[in-house]
């Protein structure tokens, strides 16, 4: 188990503000966050490269805070690839070997395991400034896991690859977390790599880990409107909330109200996924509490689906597919009810940050 | 302006190449081959060629750790250390050489030096002194460069391979940086060659004892020997010429200035 406690470094305009993270062995976490949240200062931290002003690091029931980079077995893959251009692809994944004092024969053995592990074999001559994206990926991969780290660092390490070679990528990579059960910690902004892989994810901001836990969990429940705001999770309302029974209604600054199953009293802010907004031309009953009408301020085509922007007091995005907007003839102006359940609204209570 | 941009640029051409031509061809090549087996400019050759090789050596020894330190760390006072060594490179070689003997001339260090046997004023092991001097900042500037082009990550993985600081250096940076660090140690080698201001001030011009290539040009040119000073003049125009090709071959992204 990686725990790391409390730690604090500052690095240029980058800073790592009294982190604390728990990371079970075999679990894939990532972190997400926007750039300049200090992510990759986090990552190199625990991989050794700088030293924390104030905290601790534990791996397992050593305490590795000031242990050298290369006593940590750590490895790090990042964005870029890093691979070493003075060497082939065989001496890049060696490389790790070489510093260790194993016999040749070894070695080779290890390098041919671990290509064709990542079906890289054909490119061992090749030197890395003639490989592709992906190929570069795989190298960079077998590099850092020939040495079987016991954890392994992956700083945005798709984000250079196209749409396909990502997906290959993430498939591979969670092939190989199944295949060497190392315990795996990647940054990233991309969503879809967190609801590929992750078992559980932290949002990073500002140097600090503003939430922990089960992918499904942060993003179903943000703890905070930025948080919601930066998962994308379509409509942030902010009101106040009274008791309305077993559930509560929120009533926004203009007067609009709407319920919600929670039972957070005071300012609030509610978030509701685009999706979980139905839209009909006449009102329908339903088990749904919300019902509201309202007027289409804006269509906003995007691939398969359409955003639909609708006044109904304040501005609620509905997410639907190009069909179901055509045969509802909906265009600026167009009168809709918008249908939500009092149970879809997630309800997170304003702190006086905020 | 495209006419009379090309036009300058020819004519420019012209005037250098015949300029150097002019010197090469002087004297008629029989005159040249003797020249060239004269005891005086062999002794200058072989000087030249001991002082320049060791005082690149020694540069590239000290300008490796001081260009890495500039390339890699932050430490307090350095802008001001950047300046002071680089420093020379827009000073005046005689400045530089007078400089230099005043320090070894005139200081109890100097003193303490010539004592212990390493005497520097007018002697051999002052023209290295002199060439190295002059030449560090060049050495010291190109690797910098060539340091900081080096994305430090390679080092941070090459670190969690198994490497020590020494190690991810040697293994990783150094042999990324080969191009600049050959370019720099030719750079470095050819001014060495030709170094005249500093090596005279401070080991004089003695003939067959300080006579480099430039000061045996310098002291036949004096003496009335034409042919001699043309020789030593042809020798050092080709190492430029070499010196050109090498830079333009191992790297045509170092920047000499």
Redesign the interface.
């Known amino acids: 188990m990686l725990r790391i406690e409390s730690l604090s470094i500052t690095l240029g305009e980058f800073s790592v503000c009294n982190v604390l993270l728990e990371i079970q062995p075999g679990e894939y976490f990532i972190i997400l966050g926007p750039t300049g949240a200090g992510k990759t200062v986090l990552l ?1 931290t625990i ?3 700088h030293m924390p002003e104030s905290g601790r690091i534990l791996l397992g029931d050593n305490e590795i805070t000031s242990t ?3 006593l ?1 077995n ?3 893959v ?1 964005q ?1 690839y ?1 691979l ?3 060497l082939t692809v065989e001496d890049n994944i060696a ?2 070997l070489r ?2 004092k194993n016999s040749p024969d070894n070695h080779y053995a290890l390098v041919e395991e671990m290509c064709s592990l990542l079906e890289i074999s054909h490119l061992m001559k090749r030197y890395p400034g003639t490989l592709s994206g992906g190929e570069q990926q795989r190298v960079a991969l077998a ?2 896991l020939v ?1 079987k ?1 016991e954890i392994l660092l992956l700083d945005e390490p798709m984000s250079a690859l196209d749409g396909r070679t990502r997906e290959r990528m993430r498939v591979e990579l969670s092939r190989i977390r199944k295949l060497t059960g190392t315990t795996i910690i990647q940054i990233t902004h991309h969503f879809d790599d967190v609801f590929a892989l992750a078992d559980r994810i932290a949002i990073m901001r500002e140097g600090r880990i503003i939430q922990t836990g089960e992918t499904s969990e942060v993003f179903l429940h943000p703890s905070d409107t930025f948080i919601a705001e930066f998962l994308g999770i379509g409509n942030i309302i902010r009101g106040t909330s009274s008791n309305a029974g077993n559930i509560i209604q929120i009533t926004t600054r203009n007067g609009t109200a709407f319920f919600a199953a929670s039972d957070v009293i005071g300012d609030v802010v509610a978030t509701l996924h685009a999706e979980d907004v139905i839209l009909s031309t006449a009102p329908f009953s339903s088990s749904a509490r919300n019902s509201v009408l309202g007027t289409v301020t804006e269509v906003i085509p995007s691939g398969s689906t359409v955003r639909v922007i609708l006044d109904v007091g304040f501005l609620l995005t509905a997410l639907l597919t190009r069909e179901s907007c055509r045969e509802l003839y909906l265009e600026p102006g167009s009168r809709v009810y918008a249908t939500f359940k009092a149970s879809a609204v997630h309800v997170i209570p304003v702190t006086s940050q905020q | 302006m495209r006419k009379i941009s090309l036009a300058v640029t020819l004519i420019l051409f012209f005037i250098i190449s015949a300029t150097l031509l002019g010197l090469i061809l002087y004297s008629p090549l029989p005159v040249l081959g003797q020249s060239l087996t004269n005891p005086e400019i062999q002794f200058a050759i072989l000087l030249s060629l001991v002082t320049s090789v060791i005082s690149t050596i020694i540069c590239i020894a000290i300008a490796i750790p001081v260009a890495y330190a500039l390339a890699r760390y932050q430490f307090f006072g350095k802008r001001i250390a950047t300046l002071a060594l680089t420093l020379p490179l827009t000073l005046p070689p005689l400045v530089a050489g007078i400089a230099l003997l005043l320090f070894f001339g005139t200081t109890a260090w100097g003193r303490a030096l010539d004592q212990a046997g390493f005497a520097v004023i007018f002697t051999p092991l002052g023209i290295i002194v002199a060439e190295v001097f002059v030449n560090i900042p060049y050495m010291i500037r190109i690797l910098r460069s060539a340091f900081s082009s080096i ?1 430090p ?2 080092e ?9 600081d020494t ?1 991810a250096f040697l ?2 940076t150094l ?2 940086a ?1 191009h600049g660090l050959l370019a720099g140690a030719v750079i470095t080698w050819s001014k060495a060659m030709g170094e005249f201001g500093a090596v005279l001030m401070v080991a004089g011009a003695t003939t067959m004892r300080t006579e480099t290539l430039p000061i045996a040009l310098y002291l036949n040119i004096s003496t009335g020997d034409l042919n001699l000073a043309v020789a030593a003049a042809t020798i050092l125009i080709l190492i430029s010429l070499i010196t050109l090709c090498a830079v333009e071959y191992f790297d045509r992204g170092v920047h000499v200035f």
């Open positions: 190199e991989a050794g490269i050298e980079p290369r940590r750590i490895g790090m990042y870029d890093m070493f251009p003075h490389f790790g510093q260790r590099r850092a040495i780290p | 994305n990550r390679y941070y993985v090459a670190k969690t391979l198994g490497c020590t190690g293994q990783v042999p990324m080969r």
